[in-house]
């Protein structure tokens, strides 16, 4: 159709509005799209434009309709009026729309623009005229037993509109589901996706994911029926895919929010907050209708959730139906099955959330050895600054980098220490730039205490389901039930603050540590990495880092959290060869990255723990007492603890010089030095069977315990 250039008026929606942008002299027209009816006859046209001030305007015209000699009688004779004339307000491609295959899905985005760039994918697409927020039920006719694909701006608005025109399709379309582009920048539409590099197959993979929205159920409040009005609520709760998940610590909610970083970035973040009595009732109120009968009208009429349905709901500890939430993330991963995690929200497949909408769209979709060697070359030159005692100490550096994205596909890692002999040499600094891949934000921290201390402040953090946590700047020995449970078990008991009642969590943080000269005590050692540093100066703090490393993720967090995907990714696509399980409880990590970084070349970071047990002041005690028994007792001799004790306080041995005498005081004395011979049958218990140095110890007798000194063949 040949449109002249005869307008007669602006026709600016705005008009009756002086507070809005308005179309007038000087405004530059930058698009302009022709509304047709179901026949593809015009109806109108929306102009799209810039005025004076750079401000966004628009105006409605239609084509006038009058033949010449009509136009002068009516002094109608521009070929462009202002308005829409007499036509009424339609989809936009409606006569596409109609003549469309009704087995594809319709898209509804927010704009002719957004429509036009689906077309160029050969997809069927509409939008309503005159932008948010003015879809209306009449444009829903259309829709009728389709499936719909709503695509809301990634704003407040854009979700607004996105609710309302759902509420509106529900009652007729066939199925509808919304989709929230990942990686769309604030106020980013399908349009800036799609010229980011996404593909039509990558927007139809998003939809074959998303679960169809469902009408807004209706639950009838009758006397006598809790338990079927508790049932219905979590039916509906459910279905529409409400944030409610079901955790060890009862049910909770995910909170979604957004934090500035240290460079000013603004960061995704979530945290769990448990459901309350009138949280539950706010949900249900936004995704169900309760209805209660009123005998005066005789008719169902609209009322508040009931709250008694509401309570009996929060009671059904161990029977509720909604996901459980194993964790939450704040960078994509990797799935057991060794494919990304990258859409935001909650993951069917692992129960993980993921609340990041980082953009990945660069990462390499099979990477090779090459791709993988790339990245293990980025990630090492954010340590060119640390002073590493050891190959060894390098690749568990690399590890702590690693390891907290890929943690999806991990089960269990091991505790990642660092140490250093004096404060300032960097310990805590690698700690954070882990976190800053993983979350953005410098690592979370809490102080180590005695072992009971340690174990409440590990299990109050728990609760908040932190990615990664550190426990800083630990003064000596390190060593705590819960902290072995957290690195080793899945599934935890914790009993918060407050509480005599222990409760189940699922834990999936990435544990740290860092201390001068930290020991590892006891059945921490197996669990534990170890990272040593040793800047080999009396004032470490001076030194200074050529780049800041930490400032450098932060500006390109995604490249680095696809770093360490590429890693891993890599090494499982060549088939994990030479591929390392024989590490008890952390057989997962040993096998992806353990095995990956020694595939690239790197030391093995496990040859760290043989550190752990060397500087473990228990392992040294029973090694002490075994070599000095031999010595002085002799082998395969039962004695009692009291006996032991008689035999190293004899008058011919009582010397401070006597190894056997040495090596109980250091396991069993007292405040006054006398070895205590309780002590030392506790220290025999916890000891029995252990070999050091070729020797165990081993019980004999029963109503009287002795012990003595046995050779391993």
Not at 359 to 384: C, F, I, V, Y
Not at 402 to 429: E, F, W
Not at 648 to 659: H, K, Q, R, V, Y
Request: contains cysteine.
């Amino acid at each position: 159709m040949t449109i002249k250039t005869n307008i007669k008026t602006s026709g600016s929606w705005n008009a009756g509005d002086p507070d809005r942008p308005q179309w007038g002299f000087g405004t530059r027209q930058v698009a302009k799209y022709e509304y047709t009816d179901e026949k593809n006859r015009h109806l109108f046209f929306i102009c799209k434009g810039t005025n004076a001030d750079g401000e966004k305007v628009f105006r409605t015209q239609h084509i006038n309709p009058l033949g010449y000699s009509e136009r002068f009688e009516s002094n109608e004779l521009a070929d462009i009026l202002s308005g829409m004339g007499e036509a009424q307000p339609v989809p936009y491609r409606l006569h596409e729309l109609v003549s469309s295959n009704a087995h594809e899905p319709v898209f509804i985005v927010e704009g002719e623009k957004d429509v036009e760039t689906l077309r160029s994918l050969d997809l069927t697409a509409t939008c309503n005229p005159f932008g948010a927020l003015k879809w209306k039920d009449s444009f829903s006719q259309w829709l009728k037993d389709r499936d719909v694909v709503i695509l809301p701006d990634n704003d407040e608005r854009g979700e607004a509109h996105a609710k309302q025109v759902l509420q509106s399709v529900l009652p007729v379309a066939k199925s509808v589901r919304v989709i929230r582009l990942p990686g769309l920048p604030l106020k980013g539409d399908v349009t800036d996706w799609q010229e980011a590099g996404n593909s039509k197959a990558g927007l139809l993979a998003l939809v074959a994911q998303q679960v169809p929205e469902r009408p807004t159920p209706i639950i009838k409040i009758v006397p006598g029926e809790l338990d079927r009005m508790a049932d219905e609520a979590e039916d509906a709760f459910i279905n529409a895919a409400v944030p409610i998940y079901v955790t060890g610590a009862g049910l909770v909610k995910v909170a979604k929010e957004q934090t500035q970083a240290t460079n000013g970035a603004v960061v995704d973040a979530a945290r769990t907050i448990p459901l309350s009595e009138d949280s539950l009732i706010d949900f249900l109120s936004r995704c169900s209708e309760w209805q209660k009968y009123d005998l005066k009208q005789k008719a169902w009429k609209r009322a508040h959730p009931d709250r008694n349905a509401a309570k009996i709901l929060l009671s059904r500890d161990g029977e509720w139906r909604s996901p459980k939430l194993r964790g939450i993330l704040t960078a994509p991963t990797l799935r057991p099955d060794g494919s990304v995690l990258l859409n935001p929200g909650y993951d069917q497949a692992t129960g993980l959330y993921l609340a990041s909408n980082l953009d990945l769209s660069s990462h390499p979709q099979n990477p090779s050895r090459s791709d993988a060697e790339a990245a293990l070359t980025l990630l090492e030159g954010l340590l060119n600054g640390f002073p590493f005692a050891s190959p060894a100490s390098r690749s568990v550096a690399l590890s702590a980098l690693i390891s907290p994205v890929v943690r999806g596909a991990i089960p269990q890692m091991p505790l990642h220490a660092v140490r250093a002999p004096t404060a300032g040499t960097g310990k805590s600094y690698l700690i954070d730039l882990a976190s800053a891949i993983v979350s953005g934000h410098r690592a979370p921290v809490i102080s180590a205490g005695s072992g009971e201390e340690t174990d409440k402040r590990l299990g109050s953090a728990l609760l908040g389901n932190p990615a990664l946590l550190s426990i800083d700047n630990v003064n000596g020995q390190l060593g705590s039930d819960v902290l072995c449970q957290m690195v080793e078990r899945p599934l935890i008991e914790i009993r918060p603050l407050g509480k005599s009642t222990l409760i189940k969590i699922e834990s999936h943080c990435s544990v740290f540590a860092t201390g001068n000269n930290i020991q590892l005590v006891e059945d921490m050692n197996r669990r534990t990495v170890l990272c040593s540093l040793d800047a080999n100066m009396e004032r470490p703090e001076t030194r200074s880092f050529a780049d800041s490393p930490f400032d450098l993720i932060l500006k390109d967090r995604a490249k680095y959290v696809s770093a360490a995907l590429t890693v891993v990714q890599a090494y499982i696509s060549v088939g994990k060869p030479n591929s390392r399980r024989n590490l008890a409880s952390f057989e997962d990590w040993s096998a992806l990255v353990r095995s990956a970084l020694i595939w690239l070349g790197k030391d093995d970071p496990c040859e760290t723990m043989e550190d752990n047990r060397q500087n473990d002041p228990s392992v040294e005690r029973l090694s002490n007492l075994v070599d000095a028994w031999q010595k002085r007792i002799g082998l395969n001799r039962p004695m009692t603890a009291a006996e032991l004790k008689a035999e190293a306080s004899s008058s011919e041995a009582n010397t401070l010089d006597d190894p056997f005498y040495e090596a109980l005081r250091a396991i069993a004395a007292t405040k006054t030095h006398a070895i205590d011979p309780q002590r030392l049958g506790t220290f025999l218990s916890q000891n029995e069977g252990k070999v050091s140095n070729g020797l165990k110890i081993i019980k004999q007798g029963k109503s009287t315990k002795k012990w003595s000194l046995t050779k391993i063949n």
